[in-house]
């Protein structure tokens, strides 16, 4: 056991080192091409993509961008869609493009957020598996593209085969209470292995720990089980 808790507290204390993020951009109008600005500027990568080349050329010397039809699963793995840390799919008023262009994102297993274009479309899309639903009447796409790249989510860290450590800052619903009467494991399927509290490391930790406002907190579990709780607490 040694050897595992030592390698288990190395990757505690680099989880959450954020590190530039590659994000995918599917629809380069105003909205998409908005967040890839923002992104851009915070020092991370984009793949822009869109259909129309003329929609490209203001960020093509800042960017990678791809034209085709993000509806074609052959044409976004041959972009490079694989190998992004997450996709904004920001396809306009055509619904049809933008649910097809969440399949085929979500059939890659990426972590995908996706402008609605209103609330029944957003129902839509949430039962195609998009992780996380926009409004532009209510979310802009500074602010997305900034929730994005701060999510817990994207820096989750593989220890073993589909068993994943992240690290959520303490808030809302998992604070103030013991751990035992969270019940982590049986409602979410994640296990806390240790709060982290200024320079102080609870490790391991006992049904009987509490997480305060303004911890952090590292989890253990599926990959889905921890996105699951990472939205349910709001953390970013």
């Known amino acids: ?16 080192k954020r590190n530039p993020k ?16 923002e992104l851009l500027e915070n020092g991370h ?4 993509i869109d259909k129309d080349p003329k929609r490209l050329e203001s960020l093509a010397g800042d960017c990678t961008t791809a034209i085709g039809d993000a509806q074609s699963p052959e044409f976004l793995e041959e972009a490079g869609i694989k190998e992004v840390d997450a996709v904004i799919v920001a ?3 055509n619904e049809s493009a933008s649910n097809h262009a969440v399949i085929n994102c979500k059939d890659f297993e990426l972590f995908v ?21 926009v409004y532009p009447e209510q979310d802009s796409a500074i602010r997305l593209a900034r929730m994005i790249t701060r999510s817990s989510i994207l820096d989750m860290v593989e220890l073993y085969d589909r068993v994943f450590m992240m690290e959520i800052n303490a808030t ?3 604070v103030n209470k013991p751990l035992e ?19 102080e490391t609870i490790f391991p930790v006992s049904a009987t720990d509490i997480a305060e406002e303004g911890d952090r907190v590292v989890l253990l579990g599926p990959g889905q089980a921890l996105q699951r709780l990472a ?6």
């Open 172 to 174: 809302g619903p998992i």
């Open 91 to 93: 396809i306009g008023e």
């Open 113 to 133: 957020v996706a402008k609605a274009t209103d609330k029944t479309h957003g129902k839509i899309l949430e039962r195609l598996g998009a992780d996380y639903i």
């Open 1 to 16: 056991m040694a050897y595992r808790n030592s390698t288990l507290l190395a990757n505690i204390r680099n989880i959450g």
């Open 231 to 236: 939205r349910a607490v709001g953390s970013s």
């Open 181 to 199: 009467s969270l019940d982590l494991p049986n409602k979410f399927g994640v296990q806390v292995v240790t709060i982290l509290r200024g320079d």
């Open 22 to 37: 590659t994000i995918g951009v599917i629809g380069a109008g105003r909205f998409g091409s908005s967040a890839a600005q």
């Open 45 to 48: 990568d984009v793949l822009l």
